[in-house]
């Protein structure tokens, strides 16, 4: 079991790369960084989370896609050529109808 100790947002220009085929790969942006350990606190990592929720080892990826490596290109560089910007994908997995966030409610008297 992990636990995550830390997040915090990816920078423009660091991307994920998956695998989908052995001659096709796909970038998505990276989002966020998650610091995890392990519970007995003897190993951490540094694991990103893309666009689309994907994330290294995480049961729920695209079926039959591998995880190649994060990458780094500079903004001013453009994106890489697999780049896939889920948009649409992003917008379908909010339903209309999802509950409001949680708000502070202020403490009894």
Same mark, same amino acid.
């Given at each position: 079991m992990k636990r995550i100790v830390d997040i915090v947002p990816a920078r423009p220009g660091w991307y994920a790369r998956?695998?989908?085929t052995p001659g096709a790969t796909r970038c998505y942006p990276v989002t966020l960084w998650a610091l995890?350990?392990?519970?007995?606190a003897a190993n951490r990592e540094v694991i990103g989370v893309d666009a689309i929720g994907q994330w290294p080892g995480a049961?729920?990826? /695209? *079926?039959?896609v591998e995880f190649v490596?994060?990458?780094f290109q500079a903004? /001013? *560089?453009g994106e890489p050529d697999d780049i896939d910007q889920p948009t649409d994908r992003a917008e379908a997995a909010v339903?209309?109808?999802a509950p409001p966030a949680p708000q502070r409610q202020p403490a009894p008297a």
């Open positions: 998956w695998q989908l995890v350990e392990d519970t007995d049961d729920d990826n /695209e *079926a039959g490596r994060y990458l903004p /001013e *560089a339903p209309a109808t």
